[in-house]
Protein backbone atom coordinates (compact mmCIF):
# COMPACT_ATOMS: atom_id res chain seq x y z
CA UNK A 1 0.00 0.00 0.00
CA UNK A 2 1.85 3.22 -1.20
CA UNK A 3 0.31 6.82 -1.24
CA UNK A 4 -2.92 7.73 0.48
CA UNK A 5 -4.88 4.31 1.85
CA UNK A 6 -8.10 3.64 0.63
CA UNK A 7 -9.60 3.88 3.96
CA UNK A 8 -7.79 7.47 4.42
CA UNK A 9 -10.24 9.85 2.20
CA UNK A 10 -8.54 13.47 1.28
CA UNK A 11 -10.84 15.91 3.17
CA UNK A 12 -12.63 18.29 1.12
CA UNK A 13 -10.69 21.48 2.45
CA UNK A 14 -12.91 25.08 2.50
CA UNK A 15 -10.31 27.31 2.95
CA UNK A 16 -12.84 30.92 4.21
CA UNK A 17 -10.73 34.21 3.40
CA UNK A 18 -11.07 36.31 6.59
CA UNK A 19 -12.18 39.87 5.30
CA UNK A 20 -10.64 41.28 8.73
CA UNK A 21 -6.94 42.51 8.02
CA UNK A 22 -4.19 41.13 10.56
CA UNK A 23 -4.63 43.65 12.74
CA UNK A 24 -8.20 42.49 13.92
CA UNK A 25 -6.80 39.19 13.99
CA UNK A 26 -3.94 39.94 16.83
CA UNK A 27 -5.69 43.20 18.31
CA UNK A 28 -2.50 45.27 16.55
CA UNK A 29 -0.11 43.13 17.96
CA UNK A 30 3.14 43.98 15.52
CA UNK A 31 5.18 40.85 16.95
CA UNK A 32 2.01 38.53 16.59
CA UNK A 33 2.03 39.93 13.20
CA UNK A 34 5.40 39.45 12.28
CA UNK A 35 5.16 35.95 13.81
CA UNK A 36 2.48 34.90 11.46
CA UNK A 37 3.90 36.20 8.54
CA UNK A 38 7.55 34.53 9.00
CA UNK A 39 5.96 31.30 9.62
CA UNK A 40 2.92 31.15 6.92
CA UNK A 41 5.47 32.04 4.30
CA UNK A 42 7.20 28.69 5.14
CA UNK A 43 4.67 26.53 6.81
CA UNK A 44 1.25 24.74 5.18
CA UNK A 45 -1.47 23.37 6.76
CA UNK A 46 -1.33 19.78 6.11
CA UNK A 47 -4.52 18.38 4.74
CA UNK A 48 -6.49 16.79 7.13
CA UNK A 49 -7.55 12.70 6.74
CA UNK A 50 -10.47 10.86 7.98
CA UNK A 51 -11.13 7.20 8.69
CA UNK A 52 -14.65 5.74 8.46
CA UNK A 53 -15.47 2.89 10.58
CA UNK A 54 -18.46 1.65 8.42
CA UNK A 55 -16.01 1.17 5.57
CA UNK A 56 -13.23 -0.94 7.58
CA UNK A 57 -16.60 -2.83 8.47
CA UNK A 58 -17.49 -3.35 5.26
CA UNK A 59 -13.73 -4.03 4.46
CA UNK A 60 -14.13 -6.99 7.51
CA UNK A 61 -11.35 -5.14 9.12
CA UNK A 62 -13.06 -5.97 12.30
CA UNK A 63 -9.92 -6.70 14.56
CA UNK A 64 -8.97 -2.98 13.68
CA UNK A 65 -11.83 -1.52 14.19
CA UNK A 66 -11.94 -3.14 17.71
CA UNK A 67 -8.86 -2.32 18.92
CA UNK A 68 -9.35 1.67 17.49
CA UNK A 69 -12.43 1.62 19.73
CA UNK A 70 -11.00 0.27 22.25
CA UNK A 71 -8.55 3.18 22.46
CA UNK A 72 -11.40 5.41 22.23
CA UNK A 73 -10.73 7.07 19.03
CA UNK A 74 -13.62 6.55 16.78
CA UNK A 75 -15.08 10.12 17.05
CA UNK A 76 -11.89 12.06 16.49
CA UNK A 77 -10.60 9.73 13.51
CA UNK A 78 -14.51 10.68 11.87
CA UNK A 79 -13.70 14.26 12.54
CA UNK A 80 -15.29 15.88 9.13
CA UNK A 81 -16.60 19.42 8.03
CA UNK A 82 -14.86 22.12 6.79
CA UNK A 83 -11.39 24.25 7.67
CA UNK A 84 -10.32 27.46 7.90
CA UNK A 85 -6.23 27.35 7.31
CA UNK A 86 -5.67 30.89 7.81
CA UNK A 87 -7.58 30.80 11.70
CA UNK A 88 -5.65 27.50 11.81
CA UNK A 89 -2.94 29.48 10.91
CA UNK A 90 -3.71 31.90 13.72
CA UNK A 91 -4.40 29.74 16.19
CA UNK A 92 -0.55 28.48 16.30
CA UNK A 93 0.84 31.81 16.29
CA UNK A 94 -0.87 32.55 19.29
CA UNK A 95 -0.92 28.85 21.22
CA UNK A 96 0.47 28.43 24.22
CA UNK A 97 0.44 25.64 27.09
CA UNK A 98 -1.11 26.46 30.62
CA UNK A 99 -0.42 23.64 32.58
CA UNK A 100 -2.74 20.35 30.81
CA UNK A 101 -4.55 23.08 28.57
CA UNK A 102 -4.14 24.80 25.45
CA UNK A 103 -4.56 28.36 25.06
CA UNK A 104 -4.98 30.39 22.46
CA UNK A 105 -7.08 33.70 20.31
CA UNK A 106 -8.64 34.04 17.43
CA UNK A 107 -10.05 36.61 16.37
CA UNK A 108 -10.33 38.11 19.95
CA UNK A 109 -11.84 35.23 21.58
CA UNK A 110 -9.89 33.51 23.98
CA UNK A 111 -9.69 29.83 23.96
CA UNK A 112 -9.03 27.64 26.94
CA UNK A 113 -9.14 23.59 25.73
CA UNK A 114 -9.04 21.80 29.13
CA UNK A 115 -10.00 18.40 29.54
CA UNK A 116 -13.62 18.90 29.46
CA UNK A 117 -13.70 20.90 26.07
CA UNK A 118 -11.33 17.74 24.19
CA UNK A 119 -14.34 15.43 26.02
CA UNK A 120 -17.10 17.25 24.35
CA UNK A 121 -15.20 17.63 21.08
CA UNK A 122 -12.97 14.56 20.68
CA UNK A 123 -14.35 12.21 22.51
CA UNK A 124 -11.03 11.49 24.06
CA UNK A 125 -9.88 11.07 28.05
CA UNK A 126 -6.68 12.24 29.74
CA UNK A 127 -6.01 8.15 31.07
CA UNK A 128 -3.40 6.18 29.98
CA UNK A 129 0.49 5.73 29.04
CA UNK A 130 2.03 8.61 28.06
CA UNK A 131 4.12 7.81 24.78
CA UNK A 132 6.44 10.76 23.17
CA UNK A 133 10.02 10.56 22.22
CA UNK A 134 11.41 10.70 25.41
CA UNK A 135 9.76 8.20 27.11
CA UNK A 136 9.85 5.38 24.66
CA UNK A 137 10.45 2.94 27.69
CA UNK A 138 7.22 3.40 29.52
CA UNK A 139 6.29 0.03 28.40
CA UNK A 140 8.93 -2.51 29.43
CA UNK A 141 8.44 -5.24 26.87
CA UNK A 142 8.84 -3.26 23.08
CA UNK A 143 11.20 -4.07 21.56
CA UNK A 144 11.44 -2.23 18.36
CA UNK A 145 12.75 -4.71 15.64
CA UNK A 146 11.48 -7.80 17.53
CA UNK A 147 7.60 -6.18 16.83
CA UNK A 148 8.72 -4.77 13.31
CA UNK A 149 10.01 -8.38 12.42
CA UNK A 150 6.48 -9.61 13.69
CA UNK A 151 4.22 -7.29 11.77
CA UNK A 152 5.89 -8.15 8.55
CA UNK A 153 4.04 -10.14 5.59
CA UNK A 154 7.47 -12.34 5.36
CA UNK A 155 8.82 -12.22 8.77
CA UNK A 156 12.27 -13.13 7.49
CA UNK A 157 12.41 -10.47 5.39
CA UNK A 158 16.04 -8.45 5.73
CA UNK A 159 15.20 -5.00 7.26
CA UNK A 160 16.87 -2.26 6.59
CA UNK A 161 14.45 0.36 7.40
CA UNK A 162 11.08 0.08 9.05
CA UNK A 163 8.84 0.57 5.84
CA UNK A 164 4.89 0.42 6.20
CA UNK A 165 5.52 -1.33 2.74
CA UNK A 166 6.09 -4.99 3.97
CA UNK A 167 3.75 -4.64 7.02
CA UNK A 168 0.50 -7.15 7.00
CA UNK A 169 -2.70 -5.42 6.31
CA UNK A 170 -4.61 -4.83 9.86
CA UNK A 171 -0.38 -3.57 11.12
CA UNK A 172 -0.26 -1.71 7.53
CA UNK A 173 -3.82 0.59 8.52
CA UNK A 174 -2.96 1.14 11.56
CA UNK A 175 0.52 2.50 10.71
CA UNK A 176 -1.05 4.74 8.03
CA UNK A 177 -3.50 5.84 10.78
CA UNK A 178 -0.79 6.71 13.14
CA UNK A 179 1.24 8.46 10.61
CA UNK A 180 -1.55 10.19 8.57
CA UNK A 181 -3.85 11.49 11.00
CA UNK A 182 -2.99 10.63 14.91
CA UNK A 183 0.84 12.22 14.55
CA UNK A 184 0.34 13.99 10.77
CA UNK A 185 3.57 14.97 8.95
CA UNK A 186 3.93 16.55 6.21
CA UNK A 187 5.79 13.96 3.59
CA UNK A 188 7.54 10.28 4.42
CA UNK A 189 4.37 8.37 5.56
CA UNK A 190 5.86 5.20 4.71
CA UNK A 191 8.82 4.96 7.28
CA UNK A 192 8.52 4.58 10.59
CA UNK A 193 9.95 6.02 13.77
CA UNK A 194 10.66 4.36 16.61
CA UNK A 195 7.57 6.92 18.50
CA UNK A 196 5.35 5.11 15.35
CA UNK A 197 6.16 1.59 16.33
CA UNK A 198 5.35 1.96 19.87
CA UNK A 199 2.29 3.72 19.24
CA UNK A 200 1.44 0.89 16.61
CA UNK A 201 2.72 -1.57 19.20
CA UNK A 202 0.40 -0.24 22.28
CA UNK A 203 -3.00 -0.30 19.83
CA UNK A 204 -2.66 -3.59 18.37
CA UNK A 205 -1.82 -4.81 22.17
CA UNK A 206 -4.98 -2.51 23.63
CA UNK A 207 -2.07 -0.64 25.78
CA UNK A 208 -3.99 2.31 26.24
CA UNK A 209 -2.29 5.98 25.29
CA UNK A 210 -3.17 9.12 26.34
CA UNK A 211 -4.04 10.57 22.34
CA UNK A 212 -4.82 13.85 23.95
CA UNK A 213 -1.20 14.35 25.54
CA UNK A 214 0.43 12.84 22.20
CA UNK A 215 -1.75 15.42 20.04
CA UNK A 216 -0.60 18.81 22.51
CA UNK A 217 3.31 17.16 21.87
CA UNK A 218 2.88 16.89 18.16
CA UNK A 219 1.61 20.38 18.21
CA UNK A 220 4.49 21.11 20.08
CA UNK A 221 7.15 19.74 17.55
CA UNK A 222 4.73 21.49 14.50
CA UNK A 223 5.96 25.13 16.72
CA UNK A 224 9.42 24.39 16.87
CA UNK A 225 10.35 22.87 13.78
CA UNK A 226 10.57 24.93 10.69
CA UNK A 227 9.98 22.64 8.45
CA UNK A 228 6.76 20.97 9.90
CA UNK A 229 3.62 21.84 8.33
CA UNK A 230 0.79 22.62 10.91
CA UNK A 231 -1.13 19.51 11.68
CA UNK A 232 -5.50 18.84 13.23
CA UNK A 233 -6.71 21.64 10.83
CA UNK A 234 -9.89 19.64 10.73
CA UNK A 235 -10.17 19.35 15.16
CA UNK A 236 -8.89 23.01 15.42
CA UNK A 237 -11.42 23.95 13.51
CA UNK A 238 -14.00 22.42 15.35
CA UNK A 239 -12.35 23.63 18.89
CA UNK A 240 -12.87 27.27 16.34
CA UNK A 241 -16.89 26.65 16.24
CA UNK A 242 -17.28 25.43 19.87
CA UNK A 243 -15.91 28.96 20.99
Avoid at 147 to 156: A, D, Q, R, S, V
Wanted: glycine fraction near 6%.
Amino acid sequence: MSGTPPSAKRMKSRGVKSSGKLEGWFAGNTNLIKKFLLETNRKNVNTPKVVYFTWMKQQKLDSVRSILKQQKLKKFLELTGNIYPDLVKVFYTNLHFDGDSLVSNVKGVDMIITSEVWSVVTGLKSSGLRINRGNLGVVEDFNKIQFYNGCLKNPHSKVRNFSVGGLKLDERLVAFIVSWILTPRGSNHSTLSEEDLLMIYCIINKVKIIWIHTIKEHMQKAMRLCDFHYPYAILISKFLHYF
